[in-house]
């Protein structure tokens, strides 16, 4: 067993060395360039569409958009010939960066040992040269939050942009930490009485350890505190200085969570998972707190609600007067982000909420407004230009831009698609004889 795992762990150092070589080759072709992205389609988000639009980009930033707009005499002119641009969509939470091989232990990096890691940091743990993050940014994602998973406190989540040689230069700016709230659901093979022990006993881990943290932010206050990592993650979001996402999923345990939100008087709170905030959706509106909710193409939570409980659940709580973000709470299957809005839209929410709903309510949940979600002047240059409805299944993602780097449209599925393309079934460059 123990050579096994060594020689597991060598395969995933090897592999990885693999992917870095690659990966950075792609990074050194990127352009960052003074870009003219003309006679395009652009959906602005915040402003309407924009028929036979340019826009501009500087130094990473857009300077310019509309459809009379002047282009500067050194800018690199591409022609769009009426395809369309969107905001980069946002997908509000992920493992990307923290997990490569799901198989294998020593290639994921999403939970540290106990119950109460606030201190842990998900951007330390984000390998920009994760296989995954070319999958998902050549289909139009381009920011994500990296989330840590397992017990009470697991960690802080961090938002990225999906292109850079280290995490840092991926930082988009927004960090959040994470608080698995007590789940009364029961279990696999676990009684309904020893579910409601469990969480009880993780309410209570809950409870001392905000205690604690109150104390210490109090201490912290008068220079009398030791250095506790814990106690001090805590304590900025106590003090409001980092929001808190707070997973939550069944509707008695959201209600529960808005209590406790309320009796511990936090403001900058954002309740994630929420896969029964249809059944709650008017006291969540009450309440003021924003959600991001995923994914959509999932099964119910019940046996006995309808097909389309998951489907629906993000329209009910946009309606309800929510302000509601979609996530696809995967690694590899990020790149199906726009897939979860469609369903969104499909099954209620209708196309421009739910666009809305992976750019720019998204960035304001972030607080990252003033950076991403929309074009608009002043912003960072994330958008991508398709050959249509970004929702459809049909549509081609032609062009990426993060950060104002235009991005090699390839991926390691890109090349073995290319690589297997025009194969001759039957042809074999060394035929195996036998003696007659």
């Known amino acids: ?11 995933v150092l090897l592999l990885s060395t693999t992917l870095s070589v690659a990966q950075n080759d792609i990074m050194r072709q990127a352009r960052a360039e003074k870009f003219a992205l003309t006679n395009a389609k652009i959906y602005t988000v915040t402003n309407g569409v924009i028929e036979n639009g340019t826009i501009v980009i500087s130094n ?10 002047t282009i500067p005499s050194d800018a690199i002119v591409i022609d769009y010939d009426g395809q369309e641009i969107y905001p980069g969509m946002i997908d509000s939470g992920t493992q990307l960066g923290l997990v490569e091989i799901g198989s294998i232990a020593e290639a994921q990096d999403i939970r540290e040992f106990g119950d109460i890691t606030p201190q842990m940091e998900a951007l330390t743990a984000v390998n920009p040269n994760s296989e995954a993050i070319p999958v998902t940014r050549v289909s139009g994602v381009t920011t994500v939050i990296t989330r840590p998973s397992g017990g009470v406190f697991p960690g802080t989540a961090a938002t990225i942009n999906l292109f850079g040689y280290t995490p840092d230069q991926m930082f988009a700016g927004s960090k959040g930490l994470v608080i698995n709230f007590p789940n009364s659901g029961r279990r696999w093979r676990q009684t309904q009485e020893e579910a409601d022990r469990a969480r009880e006993r993780a309410l209570k881990t809950l409870n001392d ?28 979001v106590i003090k409001g200085e980092m929001k808190a996402y707070i997973e939550v999923n069944a509707a008695k345990d959201i209600l529960s969570a808005i209590e406790w939100v ?16 249809w059944r709650v959706a008017e006291e969540l509106a009450e309440a003021g707190i924003p959600v991001i ?12 609600d309808a097909f389309d409980a998951a489907y629906k659940n ?13 996530r696809t709470n995967d690694t590899e ?49 994330n958008l991508f230009v398709a050959t249509g409805d970004p929702f459809e299944t049909s549509t081609q993602i032609i062009e990426v831009f993060i950060d104002g780097y235009q991005i090699p449209m390839t991926s390691r599925q890109i090349e073995l698609y290319n690589e297997f393309l025009d194969r001759v079934p039957g042809l074999n460059k060394n035929p195996v004889t036998t003696d007659q």
């Open 1 to 11: 067993m123990r050579s096994t795992k060594f020689l597991l762990t060598i395969l």
């Open 60 to 69: 990473g930033i857009i300077e310019a958009v509309g459809a009379n707009v």
């Open 209 to 236: 350890t905000w205690d604690k943290a109150e104390l210490y932010a109090k201490i912290e206050d008068t220079d009398g505190a030791r250095y506790y990592p814990e106690m001090e993650a805590l304590a900025r």
């Open 262 to 277: 309320q009796e511990k008087g936090l403001t900058d709170v954002v309740f994630t998972g929420v896969s029964e905030g």
């Open 293 to 304: 909710t995923g994914p959509v193409q999932s099964v119910p939570t019940r046996s006995s």
């Open 314 to 326: 993000p329209s009910v709580m946009q309606k309800a007067g929510i302000k509601v973000a979609l």
């Open 333 to 381: 299957n990020s790149r199906n982000l726009p897939y979860h809005a469609g369903f969104a839209a499909a099954y209620g929410m209708g196309r421009e909420e739910a666009l809305k709903a992976i750019t720019i309510n998204a960035a304001e949940i972030m607080g990252l407004e003033d950076q991403l979600g929309s074009i608009e002047v002043g912003k960072k240059a």
